[in-house]
């Protein structure tokens, strides 16, 4: 493991992150982490290898992002995956926002306002390389969300020959069920927990749901406010 590197004392966004293989995850011996500023390069590259890792094929990898509660970070993590793949390997990424917050949405300079589903009907996209963002789908409630999770495995499943990877930010587990009704209709799920503040039954129970919902875990991502 990397020495941590100090934070910057003047830095209060989100930062900080280290992949624990979910296995191996022993959050009652308390979680080790690399804790860095600003989500560096080095660290979010490693985490992007380890999610390409879980990708059966090398286009078309969909990913989803959930937290056991709000203001872990998901969006953060997502965000960081997407830059990641389109600055240095060159790819297609899609961000789909499927927290009903625009928060995912309001980070990118490319964003498509019609929904996921919406868009799919459309014919011969052409994408340029790097990051574009769209919403899951347009005004509807969680609820109807869940209801729709089949419509929107559908429309993930036309994408995968569209962009080379798809990240999915959800809404926390103990919010909304969608993280995990969606969880058997990507290729892994990212778990993001906050170091000093997530507790350890909350992250035992939201991987329990998602593999009981036919989901993959590649990986807990700690992260950490400064």
Excluded: W
């Amino acid at each position: 493991m990397h020495n941590p590197i100090r934070p910057e004392p003047a830095c209060h966004e989100d930062a900080g992150v280290a992949v624990s293989d979910f296995a191996a995850f022993k959050p009652e011996s308390g979680l080790s982490a690399v804790m860095a500023p600003r989500f560096p390069l080095s660290d979010m590259a490693a985490l992007y290898q380890r999610v390409r890792a879980a990708c059966p094929t090398e286009k078309g990898c969909v990913i989803e992002v959930v937290a056991p509660h709000p203001k872990a970070g998901t969006t953060s993590v997502a965000y960081g995956l997407g830059r990641v793949a389109a600055d240095l390997s060159g790819q297609r990424v899609l961000l789909c926002d499927g927290t009903a917050t625009d928060d995912l949405l309001r980070l990118n300079k490319v964003v498509l306002r019609r929904g996921l589903e919406r868009l799919s009907v459309y014919e011969d996209f052409s994408i340029p390389i790097g990051l574009v963002a769209c919403p899951l789908d347009d005004n509807v409630t969680q609820y109807k969300m869940i209801a729709g999770v089949s419509r929107y495995a559908e429309a993930l499943r036309k994408f995968r020959s569209v962009f080379d990877l798809i990240v999915v930010d959800v809404p926390a587990s103990n919010v909304s069920d969608l993280g995990p009704a969606l969880a058997k209709h990507v290729d892994a799920v990212l778990v993001v927990v906050e170091a000093d503040k997530t507790r350890a039954p909350l992250v035992k129970s939201l991987l329990s749901v998602i593999e009981g919902n036919g989901g993959r875990v590649a990986g807990v991502v700690l992260n950490k406010r400064v």
